[in-house]
T-cell receptor, first 111, second 113 residues
Framework: NAGVTQTPKFQVLKTGQSMTLQCAQD?????MSWYRQDPGMGLRLIHYSVGAGITDQGEVPNGYNVSRSTTEDFPLRLLSAAPSQTSVYFC??????????FGPGTRLTVL | GENVEQHPSTLSVQEGDSAVIKCTYSDSASNYFPWYKQELGKGPQLIIDIRSNVGEKKDQRIAVTLNKTAKHFSLHITETQPEDSAVYFC????????????FGSGTRLLVRP
C-alpha cells in the first residue's frame, strides 16, 4: 500500500490564483481530513469527510473548498489564493475511530 | 470549542535521560488523546494514544498518562536516544470524534548525544 499520497510537494502561487491540492489513499478509509500547519500553531483542521459525498467544516474552513466523489480521493481547492494561505498542508485518513495516517504534506507559498 | 495547550515548546535533554511533555484540554467531552511525532520534512506519525477510559498506557520507552479530572495528559519518554529528536504534538478529539483532532502547538525535543 502507498498509504496517503499528496501532490504536489511544493507550489508557489500568486495572489488570486486558484489551485487544487490532491490527496489520495489506498487503505479504503472512510474518514479523510485536511489540516494546515503554521509555525508555532500546530495543525489546524480545515475540512473533513466521513465518506464519499459527505464533507463538513473544521476549525479554519474559510477560503477552501472540498469534495469527496470517491472513497480514495479528497482534493482541497483554493479558489482565490491569499498570502495568509501560505502554509504546509497535510491530508490524513483513518478507518473509523482509529489511527489517523498523514500524508507527506504540500508546502504552499502565496506571493 | 476545544482548545489544547502544550508545554514546553522546546525541550533539550541528555541522551539516556527522560523527557516529559504536558498538554491540557478544555472540552470535557473529549475522549481520545493521541501523540504524534514529526520528523523534518515529513508528516506526523502516531506514536501512542489513549482513550478516556484508561489512565495510563505504555509502549516500550513511551508512556502516556491521562488525568480526566484535571483535563491534562502527558507523554513520557524514558532512556532517550538521539533518534527521538523531533517535534511532538499532542491532540484531543473534537466533539467526540477521533477523526477530528485539535492539536497542541508542538514541542521540539532535542536529545544531546
Amino acid at each position: 500500500n502507498a498509504g496517503v499520497t499528496q501532490t504536489p510537494k511544493f507550489q508557489v502561487l500568486k495572489t488570486g490564483q486558484s489551485m487544487t491540492l490532491q490527496c489520495a489513499q489506498d487503505m479504503n478509509h472512510e474518514y479523510m481530513s485536511w489540516y494546515r500547519q503554521d509555525p508555532g500553531m500546530g495543525l489546524r483542521l480545515i475540512h473533513y469527510s466521513v465518506g464519499a459525498g459527505i464533507t463538513d467544516q473544521g476549525e479554519v474552513p474559510n477560503g477552501y473548498n472540498v469534495s469527496r466523489s470517491t472513497t480514495e480521493d479528497f482534493p482541497l481547492r483554493l479558489l482565490s489564493a491569499a498570502p495568509s494561505q501560505t502554509s504546509v498542508y497535510f491530508c490524513a485518513s483513518s478507518r473509523g475511530q482509529d489511527t489517523q495516517y498523514f500524508g507527506p504534506g504540500t508546502r504552499l507559498t502565496v506571493l | 470549542g476545544e482548545n489544547v495547550e502544550q508545554h514546553p515548546s522546546t525541550l533539550s535533554v541528555q541522551e539516556g535521560d527522560s523527557a516529559v511533555i504536558k498538554c491540557t484540554y478544555s472540552d470535557s467531552a473529549s475522549n481520545y488523546f493521541p501523540w504524534y511525532k514529526q520528523e523534518l520534512g515529513k508528516g506526523p506519525q502516531l506514536i501512542i494514544d489513549i482513550r478516556s477510559n484508561v489512565g495510563e498506557k505504555k509502549d516500550q520507552r513511551i508512556a502516556v498518562t491521562l488525568n480526566k479530572t484535571a483535563k491534562h495528559f502527558s507523554l513520557h519518554i524514558t532512556e532517550t536516544q538521539p533518534e527521538d529528536s523531533a517535534v511532538y504534538f499532542c491532540a484531543a478529539s473534537y466533539r467526540d470524534s477521533s477523526y477530528k483532532l485539535i492539536f497542541g502547538s508542538g514541542t521540539r525535543l532535542l536529545v544531546r548525544p
